[in-house]
């Protein structure tokens, strides 16, 4: 099936509107990490807000039976002598669930008592009748070490990828497909810093999941690119760079169009659970089907471009004939 048959879009000569178009994006996002950077959270310096898989704590849900007041429920735990404590609706309305969580503890021994003060407070404090759903508790030191697992896991699937395109292409295309998942990342992390969302370990698994995603896209691209190298050896680089991306064109919106629905239909209805993973995953296809065609692919034709200012020999690997 070929939605744009015969497309011709000059997609290079628009790279300068691309260029703006991430650069507004990703300074965006940088600033917004740098302040969530300098105003730390219960002492913890972080670039976006962090879930308590992170950060560490105790995550209270609590299910009530007539709807729940969260000013009194914020009274109800200040007068028990717990302070700072977010509470946030949670779910749809009409289930009358709330969020209750506490900040970092520096003991791991008192984890645990904080759901039974949460509890006692709302007790003593608030007359509304309720049913604890679900706790969630995590030390500070499992908080770092998955921190810090997390951002090695993103860095090896990148390394991993660079390795992979350097050898199935060349280091160039190795280079530009990682460019374009760093700026992926880059971006779609700026829009939880931006949006004031909580990273958690789903987060974490959507992320790689886009980077992997974007990678695929990236790839279907570059491989078209070195198809029609070997067919049109001597056409211009960012002539043959706009055929190829116009000649995937239905592939990309068919595929990336059909992703985002379903993702976008998690994201409406799936329920607070799922929504940083699916939010995630939003942003990331969208930002992901556009980098493969805004930046991966206009980094070949600069790179060719300024090996030819240093007199160099400026070539693109082709695809082999197939043998019959």
Not at 256 to 275: A, D
Request: include cysteine; glycine fraction near 8%; charged fraction near 15%.
């Amino acid at each position: 099936m070929e939605l744009f048959h015969g497309a011709n879009v000059d997609w290079l000569g628009k790279k300068w509107y691309f260029l703006a178009f991430s650069m507004i994006f990703s300074v965006a996002g940088i600033i917004s990490m740098g302040w969530h950077w300098a105003h730390p959270v219960a002492g913890l310096h972080s670039p976006v807000p962090l879930g308590v898989d992170f950060r560490g704590g105790t995550e209270v849900q609590v299910q009530f039976a007539q709807p729940p007041d969260i000013n009194a429920i914020r009274k109800a735990t200040d007068a028990a002598g717990i302070h700072d404590a977010s509470i946030v609706n949670y779910d749809v309305p009409a289930n009358h669930e709330v969020l209750i969580s506490l900040p970092e503890q520096t003991n791991e021994s008192t984890l645990d008592v904080g759901r039974q003060r949460i509890e006692d407070a709302l007790h003593a404090h608030y007359d509304n009748p309720f049913t604890v759903r679900n706790v969630q508790v995590v030390g500070p030191t499992v908080g770092r070490q998955l921190e810090r697992q997390a951002g090695l896991a993103t860095l090896y699937s990148m390394l991993g990828m660079l390795v992979y395109l350097w050898f199935r292409f060349q280091l160039i295309y190795g280079v530009a497909a990682v460019v374009a998942c760093f700026h992926d990342t880059l971006i779609t992390v700026g829009a939880f810093a931006l949006t004031d969302r909580e990273i958690s370990l789903t987060v974490i698994a959507a992320i790689l999941t886009l980077v992997g995603y974007s990678m695929n896209d990236t790839i279907v691209v570059f491989d078209r690119i070195r198809e029609n190298l070997r067919i049109s050896r001597r056409e211009p680089l960012p002539v043959l760079v706009n055929r190829s991306i116009n000649q995937t064109l239905s592939r990309t919106v068919l595929t990336s169009g059909l992703t985002f629905l379903t993702v976008l239909s998690l994201y409406v209805f799936g329920g607070e659970v799922l929504k940083g993973f699916s939010f995630a995953l939003v942003v990331g296809i969208l930002i992901g089907t556009y980098s493969s065609i805004a930046v991966a692919a206009p980094m070949l034709v600069s790179w060719q471009e300024w090996r030819a200012k240093k007199g160099k020999v400026a070539t693109l690997p082709a695809a082999k004939r197939s043998r019959v």
